[in-house]
């Protein structure tokens, strides 16, 4: 399965490559969070000094799928991103993800934001 990759900029210097459009072929029967674990420990999302990036994984329509913090070891999913990454296909089969990035905010505010605006399901 394709799985198309963007992520927002963290610093001027980094918008020369904006919008960071990155391609990862994944197993048809991979889970989002086995793409998101790769696509963290890839290094494909930015690191800053400090350590405490957070990024908000999303769907081409903004759906959020999880946060993922550069403190914590593993993406914390919303319940949108339960589930094979198969099910965030468009027809032609294609995976879009972006990250935004939300600087420093504190990840565990973000997971309980984004819990509650998909309808107070509880985040995993």
Known sequence: MR??????????????????ADVREVPDDASVRDVLDAVSGAGYLASIAGGRATWIAETADGTALAVVAQQWPAARLLTAGE??????????????????????????????????????????
């Open 83 to 124: 589930g094979p990454i198969a099910g965030l296909a468009d027809a032609g089969g294609v995976v879009r993800l972006h990250f935004v990035y939300r600087t420093q905010a504190d990840p565990e505010a973000e997971l309980r934001r984004l819990a509650a605006d998909q309808g107070g399901h509880r985040p995993r």
């Open 3 to 20: 799985v198309e990759l963007t992520r927002d900029s963290v610093a001027m210097g980094d918008d020369v490559w904006a919008p960071h």
